[in-house]
């Protein structure tokens, strides 16, 4: 019994341990303008496409739509920032070096909607 409760549990801990590399930047070194594709607005282009960015350097989202949109990493399906119309999210950053998918919550995560971000150490 104690094992299916660990078992049960273990996809939260996972969960909590990759929210643990994305942390509140003092500002941004990279800009990600989501811009709205024909016929829904909350399904974007992403500018640049793939970003990239220094660990530890922030990162921030552009709406340029005409909805709220949520950014959610693919990995773990937890929102990482969100964003009104014609705002700028707040600047993000990751402690870890890697390549990291992200789409817009209200379009969905199915490949032609995914975008991706290069975390590099150099």
């Given at each position: 019994?104690?094992?299916?409760?660990?078992?049960?549990?273990?996809?939260?801990?996972?969960?909590?341990?990759?929210?643990?590399?994305?942390?509140?930047?003092?500002?941004?070194?990279?800009?990600?303008?989501?811009?709205?594709?024909?016929?829904?607005?909350?399904?974007?282009?992403?500018?640049?496409?793939?970003?990239?960015?220094?660990?530890?350097?922030?990162?921030?989202?552009?709406?340029?739509?005409?909805?709220?949109?949520?950014?959610?990493?693919?990995?773990?399906?937890?929102?990482?920032?969100?964003?009104?119309?014609?705002?700028?999210?707040?600047a993000v950053?990751?402690?870890?070096?890697?390549?990291?998918?992200?789409?817009?919550?209200?379009?969905?995560?199915?490949?032609?909607?995914?975008?991706?971000?290069?975390?590099?150490?150099?």
């Open positions: 019994m104690v094992n299916r409760r660990i078992f049960a549990a273990l996809p939260f801990l996972l969960a909590a341990i990759s929210c643990d590399e994305v942390t509140a930047a003092d500002a941004a070194r990279v800009n990600v303008v989501l811009t709205p594709k024909v016929g829904s607005a909350a399904c974007v282009f992403a500018d640049p496409e793939p970003a990239a960015v220094k660990v530890d350097q922030g990162i921030s989202f552009v709406n340029k739509s005409t909805v709220h949109l949520t950014i959610v990493l693919l990995e773990d399906n937890l929102p990482l920032v969100s964003v009104a119309p014609g705002d700028t999210s707040g950053k990751f402690r870890d070096p890697g390549t990291h998918q992200y789409y817009s919550q209200g379009c969905g995560s199915v490949n032609s909607e995914l975008h991706t971000l290069s975390v590099t150490v150099n």
